[in-house]
């Protein structure tokens, strides 16, 4: 029908006159001066067609219609019912007319080209695509059906498509049924044989008269990706022992990201562990401290040295001194018969991780000072100091000074643990980072859980780019293990996110992206987008500054007279 309606101006005659004049006498003799061409008459708010007889000596006319040029074509037929000539306006202007027997000949010529053209498609494509009508009979078998199938086109014609298959492995059925529709969805056609189907209904005022489906035989690349998994799992399992191996050559071989952000602080880290002087890294919940801390680790010590972690928030406040200095025999109730060696004393000759120090209790503060200065301590219970060598490397997400100005961080412990500082900076300000973190998860935990996975599609990968990651690489990587415990057939679907999709792409996001401009709805221009995102980064970035343009143009590593010339160009008021 689209075809027709976009091309009805070829069926429109052209050649006519449209006149006003209400003598009879006048009118005969217009009526002969505009031979041959068709004469229209209009009179009291109608039109009428004037159809010559006796050589213009008696006038006979016929009452006729308009209609508009985007009339649908079936409400044209039914006008045809009453009237033989139908003249035709186009915004108000009028631009010819349709004669019932000229039109239907035209019409009858223009069904047998779309026919032509339709056959032509059938036979040249090579995919099988299905046409079955109301009543369930197959109208349409290409010969890629005939191939997948091995059903050959003049026995399924004409029949019912339920006589050839089984009922609950035929999707179009349920198209047919209720309308559903499907697109690059992977199907069990047969036990043997799975394809990607895409199936439409097809709708005639309103109503459903059929169904299309089109399918692609995808059982080899299905066994192929299959075998491919488990070749891969072997490279998996081989490449960790081997990246076991390598550690001692690259220790920062577990930190994955290439963004410039993250560059910056692993150079400053190798640097840093150069020396033996005290590290203090911060660095939000999930940026990865700790392996920081071991690369320095590596790089440091030993191969067999000690690695001795303490998270500082997760000790209980009385057990914090024996965990940390270990306790003698019969020392307090409860304590084992033989004593037990503390954290710092199985960190001798290696490296004493302080993780979360800004959780310390007050009380061990003075004394992990002490600690540090003299390398000697006693255990609780115990009259024999003891002395050890080791490094220290601490980590925190609290604002240590902030800690110091609140009476709860001792400001001398501070300045000896800070001795070199180190910031990872989280996953929303390094998001070009989370492409490679995602594919290096989805790649291991399908391995982990046996579920090979085809991809990971734009409108998936969009959604983790746009969102904000409060929980940075911890979070990435439990989002990533969702994904593939709910994947169908390796497929991710984006509904299973754990954060609404939708909200993010109304508003800015954490990282000051706004989603809105990777919107499929978008129609700006690149450099209109372009524009879009780097307002608002400035915007954020003067928030942060507390409106300070140098220490802005600083941050941005631009001038400040560059930074004053794109404020004026985008709008932004100083």
């Known amino acids: 029908m689209e075809f027709l309606q976009t091309n009805l101006k070829k069926f429109i005659c052209k050649d006519f006159r449209l006149l006003s004049e209400k003598n009879e006498a006048h009118l005969k003799e217009k009526v002969k001066a505009a031979s041959p061409k068709s004469v229209f008459i209009q009179q009291n708010e109608h039109i009428y067609r004037v159809n010559e007889q006796d050589d213009v000596n008696h006038l006979v006319f016929s009452a006729c219609r308009e209609i508009s040029i985007h009339t649908d074509l079936a409400t044209i037929i039914d006008y045809f019912?009453?009237?033989?000539?139908?003249?035709?306006?186009?915004?108000?202007?009028?631009?010819?007319?349709?004669?019932?027997?000229?039109?239907?000949?035209?019409?009858?010529?223009?069904?047998?080209?779309?026919?032509?053209?339709?056959?032509?498609v059938l036979d040249t494509i090579d995919t099988s695509c299905t046409v079955i009508d109301a009543n369930e009979n197959v109208l349409i078998w290409t010969e890629g059906a005939e191939k997948i199938f091995s059903v050959k086109q003049p026995?399924?014609?004409?029949?019912?498509?339920?006589?050839?298959?089984?009922?609950?492995?035929?999707?179009?059925?349920?198209?047919?049924?209720?309308?559903?529709?499907?697109?690059?969805?992977?199907?069990?056609?047969?036990?043997?044989?799975?394809?990607?189907?895409?199936?439409?209904?097809?709708?005639?005022?309103?109503?459903?008269?059929g169904a299309v489906v089109s399918e692609t035989d995808i059982t080899s690349q299905i066994k192929l990706n299959n075998e491919l998994h488990q070749a891969t799992e072997k490279v998996f399992h081989l490449e960790k022992e081997v990246?076991?191996?390598?550690?001692?050559?690259?220790?920062?071989?577990?930190?994955?990201?290439?963004?410039?952000?993250?560059?910056?602080?692993?150079?400053?880290?190798?640097?840093?562990?150069?020396?033996?002087?005290?590290?203090l890294i911060y660095g939000e919940?999930?940026?990865g401290k700790e392996l920081f801390a071991k690369a320095v680790h590596n790089i440091r010590e030993g191969e067999n040295a000690p690695f001795v972690a303490i998270n500082c928030g997760a000790i209980p406040f009385e057990l914090f001194e024996s965990e940390i200095f270990g306790y003698e025999k019969g020392a307090f109730s409860g304590a084992h018969q033989k004593g037990k060696k503390g954290k710092v004393e199985l960190a001798k000759g290696g490296t004493l991780f302080l993780d979360e120090i800004g959780e310390m209790p007050l009380e061990m503060q003075v004394k992990i000072l002490r600690l540090l200065?003299?390398?000697?301590?006693?255990?609780?219970?115990?009259?024999?100091?003891?002395?050890?060598?080791?490094?220290?490397?601490?980590?925190?997400?609290?604002?240590?000074?902030?800690?110091?100005?609140?009476?709860?961080?001792?400001?001398?412990?501070?300045?000896?643990?800070?001795?070199?500082?180190?910031?990872i900076p989280p996953l929303r300000k390094r998001p070009e980072d989370i492409i490679e973190l995602t594919h290096y998860f989805l790649y291991e935990i399908s391995i982990k859980y046996n579920r090979p996975i085809h991809g990971i599609s734009q409108e998936v990968m969009q959604a983790l780019l746009s969102y904000d990651w409060p929980g940075n690489i911890?979070?990435?990587?439990?989002?990533?293990?969702?994904?593939?415990?709910?994947?169908e057939e390796g497929e991710i679907k984006k509904e299973v996110l754990p954060f609404e999709v939708d909200h993010m792409a109304q508003a800015s996001n954490g990282n000051g992206v706004n989603a809105s401009i990777f919107s499929e709805k978008e129609t700006r221009s690149l450099a209109e987008r372009l524009q879009e995102l780097e307002r608002e980064i400035i915007l954020k970035e003067l928030k942060k500054t507390n409106g300070e343009k140098l220490s802005c143009a600083k941050n941005l590593q631009i001038t400040r007279a560059t930074l004053y010339n794109r404020m004026k160009k985008l709008g932004i008021k100083p």
């Not at 100005?405 to 300045?415: I, P, S, T, V």
């Not at 911890?474 to 994947?487: A, G, I, Q, T």
């Open 81 to 120: 019912a009453d009237f033989d000539t139908l003249l035709v306006h186009d915004q108000g202007r009028y631009i010819g007319y349709l004669h019932d027997t000229t039109f239907f000949k035209q019409l009858a010529k223009a069904h047998l080209e779309v026919q032509a053209y339709f056959q032509t």
């Open 155 to 209: 026995d399924i014609l004409g029949q019912p498509i339920r006589d050839f298959f089984q009922t609950n492995r035929l999707a179009l059925l349920q198209t047919l049924k209720d309308g559903t529709s499907l697109k690059h969805s992977q199907h069990q056609a047969r036990e043997d044989l799975v394809v990607l189907i895409n199936s439409k209904p097809v709708y005639l005022h309103d109503k459903i008269i």
């Open 243 to 279: 990246s076991k191996l390598k550690l001692a050559d690259d220790p920062f071989k577990r930190i994955r990201g290439n963004s410039s952000a993250l560059k910056q602080t692993l150079d400053m880290t190798k640097k840093a562990a150069t020396t033996e002087t005290n590290i």
């Open 285 to 287: 919940s999930g940026v």
């Open 373 to 423: 200065q003299e390398r000697k301590f006693y255990p609780v219970g115990g009259t024999k100091e003891i002395e050890v060598d080791f490094r220290v490397v601490a980590a925190t997400n609290r604002d240590l000074k902030e800690l110091i100005r609140e009476g709860k961080f001792r400001e001398d412990l501070y300045y000896r643990l800070n001795v070199v500082s180190l910031e």
């Open 474 to 487: 911890r979070e990435l990587k439990n989002v990533v293990e969702r994904l593939v415990v709910f994947s």
